[in-house]
């Protein structure tokens, strides 16, 4: 290999190795500004946990969870990769998903779960899915009408935003097991997304079932905080007004 095929490559990765870290940088630089934001609101309410002046354990491997993501975040600068950097992106991704459940073990163990921790895995969870849908989109594996997916928690917190401003009231948002197994198994579904595991075909087909899948229980879980569902001849007599998470 000559001096110039030298000078060509480290131009070629070099080029990258910025793209990718601008794109890393950015993502990173709004994490740390959410968590403070999250830190600031829920820091005084010193009865929710007993974790009233530091991060307890689980929220820093959240913190790890959301460097992982600007990771995967910094290759919407670039092409998409080939050869064995094909697998970077999307086993950023699923070690994300894999920390997600970490982080969540970690809490019940050493009882440490807090209105903060809870707030910023929720947040965490929804830039995860809107970064993982638009890489996925990007790179072609995932149609552009998946990135509905990616929004929907935007759209879910900014209509609460709009309730709560007009002076009506925001109930309770019920806990569900639905929520749990669709959420996290569209997690996995948008890491294998990411690699070439899957072919494009089988790829859509699946896309079209999570996005019904997921944006049925946005509607269903928009019913429920709207006080909609509380309407229902069958619940009446169940308002219990919401402590919101959104945020």
Not at 167 to 187: C, D, M, T, W
């Amino acid at each position: 290999m000559t001096f110039g095929h030298l000078i060509f490559f480290e131009n070629i990765y070099g080029t990258a190795l910025l793209r990718w870290l601008l794109g890393t940088t950015l993502v990173c630089l709004c994490e740390t500004w959410m968590t403070m934001r999250l830190w600031e609101k829920y820091v005084q309410q010193s009865q929710l946990t007993f974790h009233t002046n530091h991060f307890s354990i689980a929220d820093c491997v959240t913190l790890g969870r959301g460097f992982l993501v600007a990771g995967v975040a910094g290759f919407l600068f670039l092409p998409e990769p080939a050869g064995w950097h094909a697998w970077l992106p999307g086993s950023l991704y699923i070690l994300s998903v894999f920390a997600d459940y970490v982080d969540g073990y970690l809490a019940r163990l050493h009882n440490s779960a807090s209105e903060f921790g809870a707030a910023l895995d929720l947040n965490f969870d929804a830039l995860t899915t809107l970064i993982g849908s638009l890489l996925g989109i990007h790179y072609g594996h995932l149609p552009p009408w998946y990135f509905a997916v990616g929004l929907a928690f935007y759209v879910f917190s900014l209509a609460t935003w709009f309730i709560k401003k007009s002076g009506k009231e925001i109930f309770e948002l019920p806990p569900s097991h639905y929520r749990r197994i669709v959420g996290g198994s569209n997690a996995i579904f948008i890491g294998f997304a990411l690699t070439p595991v899957l072919p494009v075909n089988w790829l859509i087909i699946l896309a079209g079932i999570f996005n019904l899948l997921i944006l049925a229980g946005f509607f269903r879980d928009w019913f429920c905080v709207s006080g909609f569902m509380q309407e229902l001849p069958f619940n009446k007599g169940t308002h219990n007004k919401l402590h919101s998470k959104i945020n």
